[in-house]
């Protein structure tokens, strides 16, 4: 059970290998960076190391508690990340598959609505656009 915050990509094959080891149910989701605009070349991704391993962290922890999973993992990249590119992971395992989606949603949900990040989308022609919340982010948070 781990959070983690990087700048180098990750391979997803070899952060599952073993994850979730006799648990009957694993969910995993992974980000990838996107231009709805065709504009844009990559994100920044800001953040304050420490806390917001910390919060990752305490997140985590609360889901594995609230529904009672066997393992979870989250990985979040900071720094320049390109369109295309994986940005974040979350992984959840559980003894069942209810428990195992439903986890991976509440934790996706937190981390686009409360996760202590700050991006700006760089464009292709080298401006910067800080990223405003979305209300539709914040709505989904509520179902919890």
């Keep these: 059970m781990s959070a983690r915050v990087q700048t ?5 094959a070899a952060e599952m290998d073993g994850f979730g080891a006799g648990a009957g149910a694993i969910v995993t989701f992974t980000g990838v960076v996107r231009d709805d605009t065709g504009q844009m070349a ?3 991704i800001e953040h304050y190391p420490g806390m917001t391993e910390r919060a990752l962290q305490d997140y985590g922890d609360a889901a594995a508690q609230r529904f009672e999973l066997a393992d979870w993992r989250i990985i979040h990249r900071h720094g320049r990340v390109r369109v295309g590119e994986t940005i974040m992971m979350v992984a959840t395992a559980a003894r069942h ?3 195992a989606f ?3 949603d509440y934790l996706m949900d937190w981390l686009k ?3 202590p990040f700050w991006k700006r989308e760089i464009g292709q022609d080298g401006s910067a656009n800080w990223v405003d919340a979305k209300a539709s982010d914040e709505d989904a948070l509520d179902r919890w």
């Design 42 to 44: 990559a994100l920044e």
């Design 8 to 12: 180098a990509p990750f391979d997803l």
């Design 102 to 104: 439903q986890s991976a």
């Design 97 to 99: 598959r209810h428990a």
């Design 113 to 115: 609505s409360r996760a």
